[in-house]
């Protein structure tokens, strides 16, 4: 089973930019979808970004135009590139894995594995 490990996040004023990676390991990282998800405080867990195993990309409309997904299947690492930071992006971002990758998944519950979390404070 596929373990992932994000890293990336910290604190940044509006306007900032962050980029955010998650490392898998133990499975066959190439086969995966892989999405990032958000959870800001007093809220549920909201849709970010996903990329297929052929890299095809969902963004969700309040990040299209500054958040980018991608991956790199040589170094099995998805990533995140946040541009144009908000105080509302402020949240706990977590990678998440579905072992079908011929799809873009949007919901959390067609993902099986997840990471940890890491944390993205946008102050203003």
């Known amino acids: 089973q596929v373990q992932l490990v994000e890293s990336g996040g910290g604190l940044v004023q509006a306007g900032a930019s962050l980029r955010l990676s998650c490392a898998a390991s133990?499975?066959?990282?190439?086969?995966?979808?892989m999405a990032w998800f958000r959870q800001a405080p007093r809220k549920g867990l909201e849709f970010v970004a996903a990329?297929?195993?052929?890299?095809?990309?969902a963004h969700s409309d309040s990040v299209k135009g500054r958040f980018t997904i991608s991956r790199d299947n040589g170094k099995n690492t998805v990533y995140l590139k946040m541009n144009s930071l908000k105080p509302e992006d402020t949240a706990i971002y977590y990678c998440?894995?579905?072992?079908?990758?011929?799809?873009?998944?949007?919901?959390?519950?067609?993902?099986?594995?997840w990471g940890q979390g890491t944390q993205v404070t946008v102050s203003s």
């Open positions: 990329i297929s195993r052929s890299g095809g990309t």
């Open positions: 998440a894995a579905a072992p079908d990758g011929s799809r873009l998944y949007l919901r959390p519950d067609q993902y099986n594995r």
């Open positions: 133990g499975g066959t990282f190439s086969t995966y979808g």
